[in-house]
């Protein structure tokens, strides 16, 4: 995870790139995304569609990605998480993605309301990297090269 963070850390805003083709290995239901501009993106940093169901029956919803490039040892609060709630539209879903994690009360907040909102901390990132086979320092750094250069 450090490395991922150390890699993003000059540029921040580079992890949505990162974060939305992370959600892709995770789901390969994810059926297209686009990068928001860096400013005034309304709190969606990346705006994706998700294929649900067969190859008879299938509808695609939209979904949001608010990415967060921070420390390890840097929790998100109730603050960083509302902005991406606030911001979600009718019948979509958010993705919350940190390199780090998201503090105890922000985390409750989203079970106990029953907001449509998936945490993605740095620990699935690392489970997302190892069931992609980029389960090396070596492997990482040239995926991290060769996809976000």
């Not at 919350?96 to 105890?104: H, K, N």
């Amino acid at each position: 995870m450090r490395d991922i963070y150390e890699y993003f850390k000059p540029d921040p805003h580079r992890f949505e790139h990162c974060s939305a083709e992370l959600t892709r290995l995770m789901d390969r239901n994810v059926v297209s995304y686009e990068v928001t501009r860096p400013w005034m993106d309304g709190g969606r940093d990346v705006l994706g569609r998700y294929r649900i169901g067969g190859v008879s029956s299938k509808i695609e919803v939209d979904f949001a990605i608010e990415s967060k490039c921070y420390d390890i040892n840097h929790g998100l609060g109730v603050r960083a998480t509302s902005r991406l709630i606030s911001r979600l539209r009718h019948r979509q879903f958010g993705v919350f993605m940190t390199t780090s994690f998201v503090q105890t009360q922000a985390y409750k907040e989203i079970v106990e309301d029953r907001h449509p909102v998936i945490v993605i901390a740095a620990k699935d990132i690392v489970d997302v990297l190892r069931k992609s086979d980029l389960n090396t320092r070596d492997k990482l750094g040239r995926w991290l090269r060769s996809t976000f250069n």
